[in-house]
């Protein structure tokens, strides 16, 4: 196994101090790769403690070669790993305008919004004339590229003389080298895949990857967005976001787990009982000021503009396979009086407000007069119990019913069956 193996596998394994040995080596035989560059400028990023002035030298070094090369993905590599060796510095305008042209590169980045989102914090705490704050860097470095006696770097010292260390070698067979254990991350990153699900009050997002690392893994969840980044055996981040998400969520109640074969993020509604057609939005997110202050904190409230059909009455949960049903509509079609005939009309008389049920059933005169009196909350609370328990309740409580399904309740005695 060649020295830039041996450090593919140590990335892999997380032994930084190896890979940062043996990708010195690999570039002490080949100093125009640029690859190795990038792979070592991330286990200076990852070792304990981090060298980050190495990993931003690596990293201009990379970006230099893969310019000259006219490599554009390594090129987006190498900037990337300078925009984040220039955040751990501290140097956050030089770090954002890297992120820039990386932007202007590859605007679908994996991992681009999550570092646009740390930025973002650290340059709001900074004033406007802070230095931190200022870019002073150029798109291509001018770097002197290392020659084969400078790039290499001693690996740990034998004590022993070359001439005795390769007789040894010749003497003893080679040792075969056990492949490393499997650790972090295991499943590969174009067979991680997602799910969702939701109830009246929650959704529910499974991110399926088995080994994310809960130490190093970033999660961030915001009104109308998730987003999360992982580290991959392979010394890459893998990178998840769903951004608009398709309704607002309540963030402090919001959770997210990290388990041995996924991620979970269960995500409250700050609307409860809506259920959403989609997980996504395609309509944009458009955030105004509004001119109320908060009672507690005096601090402005943002709003979410979107472009939603208002025109329509409420849908409910509902478990029927022919979907949610329009408890509104349904309450008035059957609150409209039928048409008396010709001959009643020309009888006159001013109707009262039971004419319509008398001759009828008694109990039935009373629950239709009841129901003919009530408001709109009542009567769809009305409707929907008495619909879905198959007769057997009638509630006029809508807060409690429009909470979920009515369940059958039968008399004593008797048994509920499917028909």
């Given at each position: 196994?060649?020295?830039?193996?041996?450090?593919?596998?140590?990335?892999?394994?997380?032994?930084?101090?190896?890979?940062?040995?043996?990708?010195?080596?690999?570039?002490?035989?080949?100093?125009?790769?640029?690859?190795?560059?990038?792979?070592?400028?991330?286990?200076?990023?990852?070792?304990?403690?981090?060298?980050?002035?190495?990993a931003?030298?690596?990293?201009?070094?990379?970006?230099?070669?893969?310019?000259?090369?006219?490599?554009?993905?390594?090129?987006?590599?190498?900037?990337?790993?300078?925009?984040?060796?220039?955040?751990?510095?501290?140097?956050?305008?030089?770090?954002?305008?890297?992120l820039?042209?990386?932007?202007?590169?590859?605007?679908?980045?994996?991992?681009?919004?999550?570092?646009?989102?740390?930025?973002?914090?650290?340059?709001?705490a900074?004033?406007e004339?802070?230095?931190?704050?200022?870019?002073?860097?150029?798109q291509?470095?001018?770097?002197?590229?290392?020659?084969?006696?400078?790039?290499?770097?001693?690996?740990?010292?034998?004590?022993?003389?070359?001439?005795?260390?390769?007789?040894?070698?010749?003497?003893?067979?080679?040792?075969?080298?056990?492949?490393?254990?499997?650790?972090?991350?295991?499943?590969?990153?174009?067979?991680?895949?997602?799910?969702?699900?939701?109830?009246?009050?929650?959704?529910?997002?499974?991110?399926f990857?088995?080994?994310?690392?809960?130490?190093?893994a970033t999660?961030?969840?915001?009104?109308?967005?998730?987003?999360?980044?992982?580290p991959l055996?392979?010394?890459?981040?893998?990178?998840?976001?769903?951004?608009?998400?398709?309704?607002?969520?309540?963030?402090?109640?919001?959770?997210?787990?990290?388990?041995s074969?996924?991620?979970e993020?269960?995500?409250?509604k700050?609307?409860?009982?809506?259920?959403?057609?989609?997980?996504?939005?395609?309509?944009?997110?458009?955030?105004?000021d509004?001119?109320?202050?908060?009672?507690?904190?005096?601090?402005?409230?943002?709003?979410?503009?979107?472009?939603?059909?208002?025109?329509?009455?409420p849908?409910?949960?509902?478990?029927s396979?022919?979907?949610?049903?329009?408890?509104?509509?349904?309450?008035d079609d059957?609150?409209?009086k039928?048409?008396?005939?010709?001959?009643?009309?020309?009888?006159g008389?001013e109707?009262?407000?039971?004419?319509?049920?008398?001759?009828a059933?008694?109990?039935?005169?009373?629950?239709?007069s009841?129901?003919?009196?009530?408001?709109?909350?009542?009567?769809?609370?009305m409707m929907?119990?008495?619909?879905?328990?198959?007769?057997?309740?009638?509630?006029?409580?809508?807060a409690?019913?429009?909470?979920?399904?009515?369940?059958?309740?039968?008399?004593?005695?008797?048994?509920?069956?499917?028909?």
């Open positions: 196994m060649d020295q830039a193996a041996k450090g593919a596998a140590a990335l892999s394994s997380k032994d930084f101090p190896t890979a940062v040995t043996h990708y010195t080596d690999a570039i002490a035989a080949n100093p125009q790769a640029v690859d190795y560059y990038i792979k070592r400028s991330t286990a200076y990023t990852r070792i304990s403690p981090p060298d980050h002035a190495a931003f030298s690596d990293a201009e070094i990379a970006l230099s070669l893969a310019s000259k090369r006219g490599k554009r993905e390594l090129i987006i590599q190498a900037q990337l790993r300078r925009a984040i060796a220039l955040f751990s510095l501290e140097r956050y305008g030089d770090s954002r305008q890297c820039e042209w990386v932007k202007q590169m590859d605007e679908k980045e994996k991992t681009l919004k999550i570092w646009e989102m740390k930025l973002g914090t650290k340059l709001k900074l004033s004339d802070d230095e931190k704050a200022k870019p002073t860097i150029k291509y470095p001018d770097v002197e590229i290392p020659a084969n006696q400078e790039s290499k770097k001693s690996s740990i010292s034998t004590g022993v003389e070359s001439d005795k260390a390769t007789a040894n070698l010749t003497e003893q067979p080679p040792k075969v080298e056990q492949p490393p254990k499997p650790e972090g991350v295991q499943t590969p990153a174009d067979k991680i895949r997602h799910e969702w699900y939701q109830t009246p009050d929650n959704v529910v997002v499974s991110l990857a088995k080994g994310v690392p809960k130490d190093k999660i961030e969840i915001q009104g109308r967005s998730l987003a999360i980044s992982f055996p392979n010394g890459s981040d893998y990178d998840f976001s769903l951004d608009p998400l398709y309704g607002e969520v309540n963030i402090a109640a919001s959770i997210a787990k990290v388990m074969t996924k991620v993020f269960t995500l409250k700050s609307s409860p009982g809506e259920m959403w057609p989609e997980l996504e939005s395609e309509t944009p997110v458009i955030e105004a509004t001119e109320e202050k908060s009672d507690a904190g005096g601090e402005v409230k943002r709003v979410v503009v979107a472009d939603r059909n208002t025109n329509s009455g849908f409910y949960p509902t478990s396979k022919s979907g949610p049903k329009n408890w509104d509509k349904v309450a059957l609150t409209k039928p048409k008396k005939g010709k001959k009643e009309d020309e009888e008389g109707d009262g407000p039971d004419d319509d049920y008398e001759g059933d008694p109990v039935n005169g009373f629950f239709q009841l129901y003919s009196r009530a408001d709109p909350d009542t009567k769809r609370a929907k119990s008495y619909q879905e328990s198959n007769g057997t309740a009638l509630s006029t409580n809508w409690e019913v429009g909470k979920g399904k009515v369940e059958t309740q039968p008399p004593d005695g008797m048994e509920a069956k499917p028909w």
